[in-house]
T-cell receptor, first 110, second 113 residues
Framework: DQQVKQNSPSLSVQEGRISILNCDYT??????FLWYKKYPAEGPTFLIS?????DKNEDGRFTVFLNKSAKHLSLHIVPSQPGDSAVYFC?????????FGKGTRLHILP | KAGVTQTPRYLIKTRGQQVTLSCSPI?????VSWYQQTPGQGLQFLFEYFSETQRNKGNFPGRFSGRQFSNSRSEMNVSTLELGDSALYLC????????????FGPGTRLTVL
Protein backbone atom coordinates (compact mmCIF):
# COMPACT_ATOMS: atom_id res chain seq x y z
CA ASP A 1 0.00 0.00 0.00
CA GLN A 2 1.81 3.07 -1.28
CA GLN A 3 0.73 5.98 0.87
CA VAL A 4 2.83 8.59 -0.92
CA LYS A 5 2.90 8.41 -4.70
CA GLN A 6 5.00 10.22 -7.24
CA ASN A 7 3.44 8.99 -10.44
CA SER A 8 5.98 10.48 -12.83
CA PRO A 9 9.30 8.61 -12.67
CA SER A 10 10.92 11.29 -14.81
CA LEU A 11 10.31 14.74 -16.18
CA SER A 12 12.18 16.85 -18.76
CA VAL A 13 11.92 20.63 -18.75
CA GLN A 14 13.60 23.32 -20.80
CA GLU A 15 16.02 25.56 -18.93
CA GLY A 16 14.29 28.76 -17.86
CA ARG A 17 10.80 27.23 -17.89
CA ILE A 18 8.75 26.08 -14.92
CA SER A 19 9.20 22.58 -13.50
CA ILE A 20 6.19 21.09 -11.73
CA LEU A 21 6.64 17.92 -9.69
CA ASN A 22 3.59 16.22 -8.29
CA CYS A 23 2.90 14.05 -5.29
CA ASP A 24 -0.28 12.37 -4.05
CA TYR A 25 -0.96 10.89 -0.65
CA THR A 26 -3.70 8.72 0.75
CA UNK A 27 -3.54 9.19 4.52
CA UNK A 28 -5.41 12.26 5.77
CA UNK A 29 -3.50 12.05 9.06
CA UNK A 30 -0.34 13.38 7.44
CA UNK A 31 0.21 16.91 8.72
CA UNK A 32 3.62 17.87 7.41
CA PHE A 33 5.04 17.52 3.93
CA LEU A 34 8.59 17.88 2.70
CA TRP A 35 10.54 17.86 -0.54
CA TYR A 36 14.07 16.57 -0.80
CA LYS A 37 16.48 16.73 -3.70
CA LYS A 38 19.10 14.08 -4.39
CA TYR A 39 22.15 14.14 -6.62
CA PRO A 40 23.94 10.89 -7.54
CA ALA A 41 26.39 9.66 -4.90
CA GLU A 42 25.02 12.10 -2.32
CA GLY A 43 22.36 11.88 0.34
CA PRO A 44 19.08 13.76 -0.12
CA THR A 45 19.04 17.41 0.91
CA PHE A 46 16.04 19.19 2.31
CA LEU A 47 14.43 21.69 -0.05
CA ILE A 48 11.17 22.99 1.32
CA SER A 49 8.31 21.93 3.54
CA UNK A 50 4.70 22.82 4.25
CA UNK A 51 2.42 22.30 7.17
CA UNK A 52 -1.11 21.04 6.61
CA UNK A 53 -2.49 24.32 7.96
CA UNK A 54 -1.10 26.15 4.93
CA ASP A 55 -1.73 25.78 1.23
CA LYS A 56 1.41 27.44 -0.09
CA ASN A 57 4.99 27.97 0.96
CA GLU A 58 7.57 29.82 -1.07
CA ASP A 59 11.35 29.92 -0.81
CA GLY A 60 13.15 31.65 -3.64
CA ARG A 61 12.64 29.72 -6.86
CA PHE A 62 10.82 26.92 -5.03
CA THR A 63 7.12 26.93 -4.14
CA VAL A 64 5.16 24.06 -2.67
CA PHE A 65 1.39 23.95 -3.01
CA LEU A 66 -0.84 21.75 -0.88
CA ASN A 67 -4.39 20.77 -1.83
CA LYS A 68 -5.73 18.91 1.18
CA SER A 69 -9.09 18.07 -0.32
CA ALA A 70 -7.36 16.37 -3.25
CA LYS A 71 -4.56 15.00 -1.06
CA HIS A 72 -2.12 16.43 -3.55
CA LEU A 73 0.99 18.53 -3.31
CA SER A 74 3.23 19.96 -5.96
CA LEU A 75 6.63 21.56 -6.14
CA HIS A 76 7.15 24.40 -8.59
CA ILE A 77 10.63 25.45 -9.63
CA VAL A 78 10.85 28.65 -11.62
CA PRO A 79 12.94 29.39 -13.50
CA SER A 80 14.47 25.93 -13.91
CA GLN A 81 18.25 25.83 -13.95
CA PRO A 82 20.73 23.12 -15.02
CA GLY A 83 21.68 22.47 -11.38
CA ASP A 84 18.09 21.49 -10.69
CA SER A 85 18.62 18.21 -12.55
CA ALA A 86 18.29 15.65 -9.78
CA VAL A 87 15.87 13.19 -8.22
CA TYR A 88 13.15 14.80 -6.12
CA PHE A 89 11.44 12.96 -3.28
CA CYS A 90 8.31 14.11 -1.58
CA UNK A 91 7.66 12.94 1.96
CA UNK A 92 4.67 13.06 4.27
CA UNK A 93 4.78 12.78 8.01
CA UNK A 94 2.45 12.36 10.97
CA UNK A 95 3.14 11.83 14.67
CA UNK A 96 4.53 8.38 14.33
CA UNK A 97 5.84 7.99 10.82
CA UNK A 98 7.32 9.52 7.73
CA UNK A 99 6.76 8.07 4.28
CA PHE A 100 8.74 8.94 1.18
CA GLY A 101 7.62 8.68 -2.41
CA LYS A 102 9.70 6.79 -4.96
CA GLY A 103 11.06 9.96 -6.49
CA THR A 104 10.88 11.84 -9.79
CA ARG A 105 14.01 12.36 -11.88
CA LEU A 106 14.06 15.89 -13.25
CA HIS A 107 16.12 16.63 -16.38
CA ILE A 108 16.71 20.27 -17.24
CA LEU A 109 17.37 20.58 -20.95
CA PRO A 110 19.68 23.29 -22.35
CA LYS B 1 29.20 22.31 11.63
CA ALA B 2 30.23 18.95 10.21
CA GLY B 3 27.55 17.07 8.33
CA VAL B 4 26.29 13.54 8.81
CA THR B 5 29.01 11.01 8.12
CA GLN B 6 28.60 7.37 7.24
CA THR B 7 31.19 4.63 7.11
CA PRO B 8 32.09 2.75 5.11
CA ARG B 9 30.97 4.35 1.86
CA TYR B 10 31.11 1.11 -0.10
CA LEU B 11 30.89 -2.48 1.00
CA ILE B 12 30.82 -5.82 -0.77
CA LYS B 13 29.61 -8.89 1.08
CA THR B 14 28.43 -12.37 0.19
CA ARG B 15 25.13 -14.01 0.99
CA GLY B 16 24.84 -15.24 4.55
CA GLN B 17 27.34 -12.79 5.97
CA GLN B 18 26.46 -10.00 8.34
CA VAL B 19 27.34 -6.32 8.08
CA THR B 20 27.50 -3.31 10.38
CA LEU B 21 27.14 0.23 9.09
CA SER B 22 27.99 3.32 11.11
CA CYS B 23 26.51 6.81 11.22
CA SER B 24 27.71 9.90 13.04
CA PRO B 25 24.99 12.57 13.22
CA ILE B 26 25.41 16.30 13.24
CA UNK B 27 26.61 17.47 16.63
CA UNK B 28 23.67 18.13 18.91
CA UNK B 29 21.22 16.05 16.88
CA UNK B 30 19.57 13.36 18.95
CA UNK B 31 17.39 11.68 16.34
CA VAL B 32 18.97 9.28 13.86
CA SER B 33 16.98 7.48 11.20
CA TRP B 34 18.00 4.84 8.72
CA TYR B 35 16.62 4.33 5.22
CA GLN B 36 17.12 1.82 2.44
CA GLN B 37 17.12 3.13 -1.11
CA THR B 38 16.68 0.80 -4.07
CA PRO B 39 15.97 1.78 -7.69
CA GLY B 40 12.39 0.54 -7.73
CA GLN B 41 11.31 1.38 -4.19
CA GLY B 42 12.66 4.79 -3.43
CA LEU B 43 13.46 5.59 0.18
CA GLN B 44 12.11 3.09 2.67
CA PHE B 45 12.21 3.82 6.37
CA LEU B 46 14.04 1.27 8.49
CA PHE B 47 14.03 2.72 12.00
CA GLU B 48 14.58 5.80 14.10
CA TYR B 49 16.58 6.14 17.28
CA PHE B 50 16.32 8.92 19.80
CA SER B 51 18.36 9.12 22.99
CA GLU B 52 19.53 5.52 22.59
CA THR B 53 15.98 4.16 22.22
CA GLN B 54 14.32 2.87 19.11
CA ARG B 55 11.36 5.17 18.67
CA ASN B 56 9.90 3.90 15.43
CA LYS B 57 10.38 0.98 13.09
CA GLY B 58 9.52 0.32 9.47
CA ASN B 59 8.39 -2.92 7.84
CA PHE B 60 11.67 -4.75 7.59
CA PRO B 61 12.50 -8.26 8.85
CA GLY B 62 14.25 -8.82 12.14
CA ARG B 63 17.55 -9.34 10.30
CA PHE B 64 17.76 -5.56 10.26
CA SER B 65 18.62 -4.07 13.62
CA GLY B 66 20.24 -0.99 14.99
CA ARG B 67 21.37 0.82 18.06
CA GLN B 68 22.33 4.26 19.20
CA PHE B 69 25.08 5.19 21.59
CA SER B 70 25.14 7.88 24.26
CA ASN B 71 26.96 10.25 21.89
CA SER B 72 24.08 9.80 19.38
CA ARG B 73 26.24 7.81 16.96
CA SER B 74 24.28 4.94 15.49
CA GLU B 75 24.99 1.58 13.96
CA MET B 76 22.84 -0.58 11.75
CA ASN B 77 23.36 -4.31 11.46
CA VAL B 78 22.06 -6.70 8.84
CA SER B 79 22.49 -10.40 9.52
CA THR B 80 22.27 -13.32 7.10
CA LEU B 81 22.59 -11.09 4.07
CA GLU B 82 20.44 -11.77 1.02
CA LEU B 83 20.96 -10.62 -2.57
CA GLY B 84 17.96 -8.31 -2.20
CA ASP B 85 19.70 -6.39 0.57
CA SER B 86 21.92 -4.75 -2.03
CA ALA B 87 21.02 -1.09 -1.75
CA LEU B 88 22.12 2.35 -0.68
CA TYR B 89 21.66 2.73 3.07
CA LEU B 90 21.13 6.29 4.18
CA CYS B 91 21.35 7.73 7.63
CA UNK B 92 19.67 11.00 8.55
CA UNK B 93 19.82 13.09 11.68
CA UNK B 94 17.65 15.83 13.11
CA UNK B 95 17.57 17.70 16.40
CA UNK B 96 14.42 16.08 17.78
CA UNK B 97 12.39 14.14 15.27
CA UNK B 98 12.55 12.39 11.94
CA UNK B 99 9.19 13.91 11.03
CA UNK B 100 10.52 17.31 10.17
CA UNK B 101 13.63 18.42 8.33
CA UNK B 102 16.37 15.80 8.32
CA UNK B 103 19.99 16.00 7.27
CA PHE B 104 21.19 13.01 5.30
CA GLY B 105 24.60 11.45 5.06
CA PRO B 106 26.08 10.33 1.73
CA GLY B 107 25.05 6.73 2.29
CA THR B 108 26.73 3.35 2.31
CA ARG B 109 26.47 1.39 -0.92
CA LEU B 110 26.11 -2.29 0.02
CA THR B 111 26.50 -4.95 -2.64
CA VAL B 112 25.66 -8.54 -1.76
CA LEU B 113 27.09 -11.19 -4.08
Amino acid sequence: DQQVKQNSPSLSVQEGRISILNCDYTNSMFDYFLWYKKYPAEGPTFLISISSIKDKNEDGRFTVFLNKSAKHLSLHIVPSQPGDSAVYFCAASADDKIIFGKGTRLHILP
Amino acid sequence: KAGVTQTPRYLIKTRGQQVTLSCSPISGHRSVSWYQQTPGQGLQFLFEYFSETQRNKGNFPGRFSGRQFSNSRSEMNVSTLELGDSALYLCASSPYSSYNEQFFGPGTRLTVL
